[in-house]
């Protein structure tokens, strides 16, 4: 049976029993209080798309972290993306390429939302474990004017469970079949009367990962930590409230279980897209004949193809790239089509995961994900005669270490200690330290009559230092089609491949030919780079409520917000540096074929750690060479210094290296030096809402509302590393969204059926999203730029039902939430020169793209509109049925199916491959009494193995680099080579898991 035909059948028989039992016996459902205005109101009260989740629900389900928490909801959906960091949340449709996420993250109305710096998503701290949690609130839709500066189409707030007036303690534990662990105590209660009450919570857990890494033999995935909170409230008479909280959280996260998806079809560039231009010399992609080495009787075509047939030929490549094919095609061009996925993901049980392994503790994994999180807040209410004045204060500090295989390409060689055979890695490595303090004073009305106001100002901000270790080396399987003005091939042996893994290169420890031991490449890494980011918000809101009639409310509320981002990078010496900081490229570039007899012969960088050092100085302006060939007819001596960037001359550093290397000593590689530059950006917007609310009884309300929503430009910290802080590449603009809601809240039944509902219309402008642009040397390189337009419609319809007291001597509820998308970018061109993104789009049109030294080139004009919005499935459906019954004395039995279906979603904007729909069933059974709880549970009740997640990554370790093109400044020549090919790898799903929950409570807080 299909994952449609399961989902209907399961649902129904679930709620078989619920739908037979007579109106008549019918049971209330419970009053659900929540904050979603900033105030306590009953959810049936508030004219907003809300969801709320329960301490008792958070618990029995084991929700751990907004992952888990997504699960229960048909509007969210998280998503990891390459890296621990790139983490990121998908609501109504929308899931954020690049910037900050769609979503704001509150943890006792304080804004805690992040961005990754070294990468893309919500940072580390957007899916931390939840530690004491009372309630979670999830809102939908612009939220802005009441929760500022991240809700840009919602917010999450993670309510904290208070002191309680009496004395009361418990202890929670958590144990799986598969050696996962946890263990949660509280104690509560007052000590001082109202003066002073305090809670303190613990909690430890030590949960193994699922999967294996092939490479290494360890497991994947696993995570351990500890934490604890201490929270404090206290009253002064009858109108002065404090309640601190201080939390403290360590943890320790293998790398994810992240499998590559093997290249599976070659997409071909558009004819367009390789024709010369009428009155222009170059094609957007072209091969000229001086680009290839002579070869007897063969169009550049033809030689191409006979190359790579000879590289081809090797067995140890067949055997490591069988399933990415020849790249090479058969017209005159140097490429015609592109390796790519396409397609649906496939299912876990079909994938392999084989991730590099650490080169510095040979035959282990990476670490992973070290965090040390301290959360502080005070929270001030002051209640006035009708109006109450409320203070949050929130300070956080994030000291974070992230060490992991970013090509997520391992080759498994059990010959070798370092058990990886890959001939290129990428080494993720980056400490970052966060910090963030936040201040919001509210005033808020209390008035009898028809007016209250609400009126507030908020000051956020965030100090993230970066410092990336991070290293791509490529020791080899290269091509190389590179020449000189002259128009004569460059240097002897350009085009070459070798096999040799790159590994011990990095961590050395093995004979050269002289037979010297070399302690490795990593000794000579640069300094760290930075790619630091500060942000500084201001804003001031306020809300209008009038109520029309008894039943008729307006409300007006909106925010101005100031923000200044400053984003400090590195800014290469030399425009077309490769690899960036820190990077090694070790061959295919100019002076270092791929070759065997390059590499390690007499001459070569690895014939001793002399020649390795002569490949780190690489240019000698004295000589005029680049690791012994003669650049003479690539650049001049002098035109090397003319091309240091304008800000880098005024740092001393940099001042000082170059007058020592014109004076021939401590010479540098210019493929990656740098001088540290800053830039920065000041946005200022206005975000309005209107809502008019119709209370028909007190157990309805009906509403409409309309909101503008923008979220503020920036700086991709990303890209620091491939292009450097160049404000042409790293800037992108706001995105902007206007949106038309009707929904309403309706209980019936005397209360025991509750339906909740949102019909809406989002209109998008200047979305965000990645794409290419030309790097200052002409490289095509990833930016975000924002797409003219997109459009969501969208359904949401939640029901709860509490019927029967007595049917099969128990109580039933059923709850069914479900969510309609409608996704489509109306108008989305790029100007780009990327073979990777003109073959994915399909069509090309004519155009020029000017870079920020004025290099200009012909480029393609690339169309995706009418495609959908990445990430966003059209249908989304969240079921639960509970049924309980007494059984003797005060135990009371329970049992709760959870049931999860999500349709298919694409994993990019080009459309060209998908995630399959998934289903997902949870059960739990288990017997509570006054003070015991104890649960059996099965997650994924049908161990259904279907990906939910995958991700593009750079891919600089799991193809072979098909070649490197280089513009020269006068723009005379160009050489043209393929790009790497963009790879993706898809984390694989929990299997289904047997476990049990124990909670005993102490005192007050018996159940």
């Not at 059948?9 to 709620?15: F, P, Q, T, V, Y």
């Not at 992040?114 to 309630?135: C, F, K, M, T």
């Not at 270092?592 to 690489?618: H, K, V, Y």
């Not at 790898?985 to 007050?1004: C, S, W």
Request: proline fraction near 6%.
């Amino acid at each position: 049976m299909n994952h449609s035909g399961r989902l209907v059948s399961a649902l129904l028989a679930a709620s078989l029993p619920a739908l037979m039992m007579p109106a008549e016996l019918f049971a209330q459902i419970e009053e659900i209080t929540v904050t979603a205005r900033r105030v306590e109101e009953r959810l049936t009260d508030v004219p907003i798309a809300v969801e709320a989740f329960s301490s008792q629900a958070i618990e029995r389900r084991g929700l751990r972290n907004i992952a888990d928490l997504t699960q229960q909801s048909a509007s969210l959906v998280f998503d990891q993306g390459a890296v621990s960091s790139d983490t990121r949340i998908s609501i109504r449709g929308l899931s954020p390429s690049r910037g900050r996420q769609n979503a704001a993250l509150l943890v006792d109305g304080i804004d805690v939302s992040s961005e990754a710096i070294s990468s893309s998503g919500g940072s580390i701290l957007l899916n931390q474990r939840l530690l004491d949690i009372e309630r979670i609130e999830v809102l939908k839709g612009p939220q802005i004017a009441l929760y500022g500066r991240s809700a840009f189409n919602g917010a999450i707030q993670f309510v904290t469970k208070d002191p309680t007036e009496e004395f009361e303690a418990g202890i929670n534990t958590d144990i799986n079949v598969k050696d996962q662990y946890s263990l949660t105590g509280f104690i509560s209660g007052p000590i001082l009367g109202d003066a002073l009450r305090v809670r303190l919570n613990a909690s430890w857990w030590d949960e193994e990962g699922f999967y294996r890494n092939s490479v290494s033999g360890a497991k994947l995935g696993g995570d351990k930590g500890y934490g604890f909170s201490l929270t404090t409230l206290s009253r002064f008479g009858d109108s002065l409230t404090l309640r601190g909280r201080a939390e403290f959280t360590n943890a320790r996260s293998q790398p994810a279980a992240e499998a590559f998806i093997p290249f599976n079809t070659l997409l071909a560039v558009p004819e367009e897209a390789l024709t010369v231009r009428p009155g222009d010399s170059r094609a957007v992609l072209e091969c000229l004949p001086r680009t290839i080495l002579a070869l007897p009787n063969a169009t550049p075509g033809s030689a191409l193809e006979n190359l790579a047939n000879e590289l081809w030929a090797s067995e140890a490549l067949q055997a490591r790239y069988e399933l990415i094919g020849s790249v090479i095609g058969d017209g005159p061009h140097c490429q015609s089509v592109v390796p790519f996925f396409t397609g649906q993901v496939p299912d876990a049980r079909d994938l392999t995961v084989a991730l590099g392994t650490n080169p510095f503790n040979p035959g282990r994994d990476f670490a992973g994900v070290e965090s040390d999180t301290i959360r502080l807040s005070l929270v001030a209410t002051w209640e006035l005669d009708r109006a109450t004045l409320t203070s949050w204060t929130g300070y956080t500090r994030d000291d974070s270490t992230e060490s992991l295989d970013q090509g997520k390409f391992g080759v498994l060689d059990l010959t070798s200690p370092f058990r990886d055979r890959n001939v290129n890695t990428f080494l993720f490595d980056n400490e970052k330290l966060t910090k963030q303090f936040s201040q919001e004073l509210r005033f808020r009305t209390e008035f009898d009559g028809p007016i209250n106001i609400t009126l507030g100002g908020l000051y956020w901000a965030e100090d993230v230092k970066n410092d990336s270790f991070s290293n791509p080396i490529q020791a080899a399987g290269s091509y190389c089609f590179f020449f000189s003005q002259t128009g004569g091939p460059f240097g002897p042996g350009c085009a070459g491949w070798t096999d040799f893994p790159v590994q011990p290169l990095i961590a050395g420890g093995f004979d050269f030919l002289d037979g010297t031991p070399y302690d490795g490449i990593q000794q000579y890494r640069q300094q760290p780079s930075p790619a630091d980011r500060d942000t500084r918000h201001r804003s001031i809101y306020g809300m209008l409520e009038f109520d029309m009639t008894d039943s008729v409310t307006l409300t007006a509320e909106g925010r101005w917000s100031v923000e200044t981002v400053a984003a400090r990078g590195p800014r290469f010496l030399f425009p077309g540096a490769n690899g960036g900081p820190g990077g090694q490229t070790l061959c295919g570039v100019p002076g270092r074929p791929c070759t065997e007899d390059w590499l390690f012969g007499p001459n070569g960088p690895f014939a001793s750690q002399a020649s390795f050092e002569q490949l780190l100085d690489l240019w000698n302006p004295v000589t005029n060479q680049v690791a012994g060939a003669d650049l003479t007819g690539f650049y001049a001596g002098q035109q090397l210094l003319d091309l240091v960037p304008d800000v880098c001359r005024n740092d001393p550093a940099t001042q000082q290296r170059i007058a020592e290397a014109e004076a021939g000593i401590n010479r540098f590689d210019f493929f990656n030096p740098y001088c540290v530059q800053t830039l920065d950006r000041r946005d200022s917007w206005f975000t309005p809402k209107l809502t008019l609310a119709w209370k028909p009884t007190d157990d309805s309300l009906l509403y409409a509302s309309w909101s503008r929503a923008e979220k503020p430009g920036g700086f991709s910290t990303l890209t620091f590393g491939a292009s450097g802080l160049v404000r042409d590449l790293a800037n992108f603009e706001p995105e902007k969204m206007t949106v038309y809601e009707i929904g309403g809240n309706v209980a019936v039944l005397d209360r025991t059926l509750r339906f909740n509902g949102a019909v809406f219309f989002q209109d998008y402008t200047d979305k965000q999203v990645l794409a290419q642009a030309l790097s200052p040397d002409g490289r095509p390189v990833s930016r975000i730029v924002n797409a003219s337009s997109a459009e969501v419609w969208g359904v949401e319809v939640e029901g709860n039902w509490r019927p029967l007291t007595e049917f099969l001597g128990g109580n039933w509820g059923v709850s069914l939430s479900y969510t309609w998308l409608d996704t489509v970018y109306n108008a989305y061109t790029d100007a780009t020169t990327s073979e990777n993104n003109i073959a994915l789009a399909g069509n090309c049109g004519p155009a020029n793209v000017t870079n920020e030294v004025g290099i200009v080139r012909p480029a393609c004009l690339v169309d995706y509109s009418g495609n959908r919005l990445e990430k966003a499935p059209r249908h989304a459906i969240v079921n639960n049925v509970t049924y309980t019954r007494p059984i003797g004395g005060d135990a009371e039995l329970f049992i709760s199916v959870d049931n999860q279906w999500t349709d298919r979603r694409f994993l990019e904007f080009s459309n060209e491959s998908f995630l399959a729909a998934y289903w997902n069933t949870d059960l739990q059974i288990g017997v509570q009494t006054g003070r015991w709880e104890i649960l059996g549970y099965v997650s994924n009740l049908f161990d259904d193995t279907t990906v939910r997640s995958a991700s593009s990554s750079p891919g600089l370790s799991c193809c072979f680099q098909l070649g490197v093109a280089v513009s020269l400044p006068t723009g005379s020549s160009e050489g043209s080579g393929a790009e790497v090919p963009i790879p993706k790898a898809a984390f694989l799903p929990p299997p289904r898991v047997i476990g049990a929950r124990i909670a005993y409570r102490f005192g007050a807080a018996a159940l």
